[in-house]
């Protein structure tokens, strides 16, 4: 190829540009905005003025920070761990019997597309004290009915119970995927050697399926340290009882939008984005890093 | 024998599954077609009812719905159409074009999905009220459109499956870049396509954070944010906050199940490959 100037390419530059000039625009200058406002007090109407660490150095004292860190890290678990553990024995399940998949598989997707906010209000008419779905079968039962979304665990369970009805399905079609993927003859060789179900389980499928694991784990880790939309429809903007349902993103929410303490608000967002990322390479080093041997 | 009664077993629990699924869909439809005292009732009312007309009119009665939906679908299609035209231009002139910095380009753009949207969202108010959009639909649509995911996703597609004598051939035609791209990249991209149209429209008329934040005007929402406030406001009368609920999940489900086989294949298709 001849040596051209650079402006000869400029048709491929003005069709990747679209991207890059929105991604400047509302990506990359509201993002370091937001690092530099974590530095500030701003009210949104009077001048910004400049406080060094103090917006942080706040956010240390804040019990309801802390609070809201620790409620997502454990609405984190207890709605990842049974998604996940569920979405890998439907697939195994799946690949296994052949007919009528794709009625399963639409079926399970379906929860997938659905919207936040319908389904939120859903969950909450189910998990509802006095005339609830999941009260009136305990009733029927004879055991006590329970204040779901009137006690600290009950609210956490209902949230957790929405975010597994609709992110397993979507795992078991990928995890089906990453199945279908895995060469048929190592399960032949598998066989040839004596290995029963449970040995081939765990020394071919699982190592096969580590980088499929690898992509749900950190598509459902920044996805759930950010969730917002589900405990804001079904208990309200204060996270309801106790604040048990009050996330990092809906504390950040409130303290821009509701209270317009905006340093303060950037300050919970860059602590988000660290958290975000710490996760993300933990999750890199469990699940990812073995597979280099 | 032993594998007859295996198979049984697979598929009774895979039923029980996808029960559960579709389960919630049944019982909102229960809730939109009673009256809401029947709700209240202990056992509750397990079967359809026939008051689906007086909930839908009483949530027309207390929500612009039909004005919400039509924002949400100028929203959704613009945003779609956008995301597709500028996402499909990127990812081939990625995939079958070498300039220079093109590797750098593609490196940021793999680390622009890294960063979380909805914590940049203070600035992105302050640029949005600088530009007068506030309350608009324009806030929605145009810092949505183009995304790095479909950029990434459709250059895996357009790399693999258009062969370089194919471009050549259409070049040594005397095709320009654009007219490759349209008689060339466009024809063999359709599936990809019609994955990445759904998934848009899908995230587009489910998104809720960021519309809650823009849109000030309670005359002028989309219709997450309608339904969102209808709850809030009539959180009691579950039969029809819950028929709100129906109407907003109806043409998405109905879009979904047409194009299901597509969407899963391309839902599948990224994540076993990336």
């Known amino acids: ?293 | 024998m032993r594998w007859h009664w295996r198979g049984a077993t697979l598929h009774v629990v895979l039923a029980i599954a996808g029960l559960l699924s579709l389960f919630p869909f049944y019982w909102t439809l229960v809730m939109a077609t009673n009256t809401t005292a029947d709700i209240y009732r202990f056992p509750p009312k397990f079967t359809l009812g026939s008051q689906l007309d007086d909930n839908v009119r009483a949530v027309l009665a207390n929500v612009a719905f039909f004005q919400s939906m039509g924002n949400t679908v100028v929203v959704a299609v613009a945003t779609t159409l956008l995301v597709l035209f500028f996402d499909s231009l990127a990812a081939f002139t990625f995939a079958k074009y070498r300039f220079p910095g093109r590797n750098a380009l593609f490196v940021i753009l793999l680390a622009t999905m890294l960063l979380p949207a909805q914590l940049g969202a203070i600035p992105q108010f302050q640029t949005m009220a600088a530009f007068g959009w506030v309350g608009s639909l324009k806030a929605l649509i145009i810092p949505a459109a183009a995304n790095a995911f479909g950029i990434f996703w459709l250059r895996q597609y357009f790399s693999s499956s258009i062969h370089d004598e194919l471009v050549e051939a259409a070049t040594l035609d005397g095709c320009g870049f654009l007219g490759v791209y349209r008689h060339v990249a466009l024809p063999s991209a359709r599936p990809a396509l019609a994955f990445l149209g759904i998934f848009t429209f899908v995230g587009s008329w489910n998104d809720y954070f960021w519309p809650l934040v823009v849109l000030t005007n309670p005359d002028h929402l989309t219709l997450q944010v309608a339904l969102s406030s209808l709850n809030r406001s009539h959180g009691v009368d579950y039969s029809m906050v819950m028929t709100g609920a129906l109407m907003a999940m109806v043409p998405l489900i109905v879009i979904f199940i047409v194009f299901a086989r597509q969407f899963i294949k391309g839902a599948t298709e990224g994540a076993v490959r990336g």
């Open chain 1, 1 to 293: 190829m001849t040596k051209r100037g650079i402006l000869s390419y400029w048709r491929f530059y003005l069709a990747l540009s679209p991207f890059y000039i929105l991604f400047l625009i509302f990506g990359l200058y509201p993002m370091a905005s937001t690092i530099l406002l974590g530095f500030q007090k701003w009210d949104g109407f009077s001048p910004r003025t400049f406080v060094g660490l103090q917006n942080f150095a706040f956010l240390i004292e804040d019990s309801t920070f802390w609070l809201a860190l620790k409620n997502t890290v454990v609405l984190f678990f207890m709605s990842t761990v049974p998604t996940l553990a569920i979405a890998l024995v439907l697939a195994v399940m799946l690949n296994s019997a052949v007919r009528f998949s794709s009625v399963y598989r639409i079926a399970y997707f379906i929860p997938n597309i659905t919207s936040l906010v319908a389904a939120a209000i859903f969950f909450a008419a189910v998990f509802s004290t006095n005339f609830g779905l999941i009260n009136s079968g305990l009733r029927a039962l004879g055991i006590e009915t329970q204040d779901w979304l009137g006690q600290p665990w009950g609210i956490k369970i209902a949230i957790s119970t929405m975010i597994v009805w609709q992110w397993a399905g979507y795992n078991t079609i990928i995890y089906l995927a990453g199945l279908q993927a895995i060469p048929r003859e190592q399960y032949e060789a598998a066989k040839v050697d004596g290995a029963g179900a449970t040995r081939t389980f765990f020394s071919i499928t699982l190592p096969q399926l580590r980088p499929v694991v690898l992509f749900t784990v950190v598509t459902a880790t920044i996805g759930g340290l950010q969730t917002f939309t589900e405990p804001q429809v079904m208990v309200g903007n204060s996270g309801g009882v106790g604040q048990s349902g009050l996330t990092i993103v809906m504390y950040f929410y409130q303290q821009a939008f509701l209270n317009n303490d905006y340093g303060y608000a950037a300050a919970i967002a860059l602590s988000i984005f660290m958290l975000v990322l710490l996760f993300t390479a933990i999750n890199w080093k469990l699940v990812g890093g073995r597979g280099k041997q």
